[in-house]
C-alpha cells in the first residue's frame, strides 16, 4: 500500500458502517450504565430490540467486550435451591444431597418416588 493511499485511509471521515457501530456501541454503554452495571449481553440485547437495532446477541457481546463493559454479580441473589431450602427451614445441603431432615422424619414419599419413577419409565424424563 503506498503511502498517500494510507494518509488517505485515514484521514477520511467516519463511514457509515462506522457512525452506526458507534451508535450502537454507546447505545450499550448506555443500557449498561442504567443497569448498575449488572446487565450481560442477553439483557442488554433486548432493549436494544425494543429501540429498533435489528444485531444479533453475539454482536452485543462483542461490542460488550470491545467496550470492557463487565457485569458486576450481585451477591444478595441466592441460588434457587438455596433459597427453596430457606423457605422451607430446611438447612442447606448441597445439589443431589437426599439426607434426611428432622422437620420431614415421619413424612412418607413413597407414593410421589413411585409416581416420578412411572413418569421416568414412560419417557418424560431424561438424561
Known sequence: MSESWYYKWRDRPPTGREQQRQQLASGIEEI???????????????PLDRRGWRIPVNTVAKLK??????????????????????????????????????????????????????????GHFRA
Not at 450504565?33 to 449481553?41: I, L, Q
Not at 438455596?82 to 407414593?111: K, Y
Open 32 to 46: 449498561f450504565t442504567e443497569s448498575g452495571a449488572t446487565y450481560g449481553s442477553p439483557k442488554i440485547f433486548v
Open 65 to 122: 467486550a470491545e467496550l470492557g463493559l463487565v457485569a458486576q454479580v450481585d451477591q444478595t441473589v441466592q441460588e434457587p435451591g438455596r433459597l427453596r431450602d430457606r423457605v422451607l427451614g430446611r438447612p442447606h445441603r448441597g445439589a443431589g444431597c437426599l439426607g434426611r431432615t428432622p422437620q420431614f422424619e415421619g413424612i412418607d414419599d413413597s407414593q410421589g418416588l413411585r409416581h416420578s419413577h412411572a413418569l421416568a419409565s414412560q
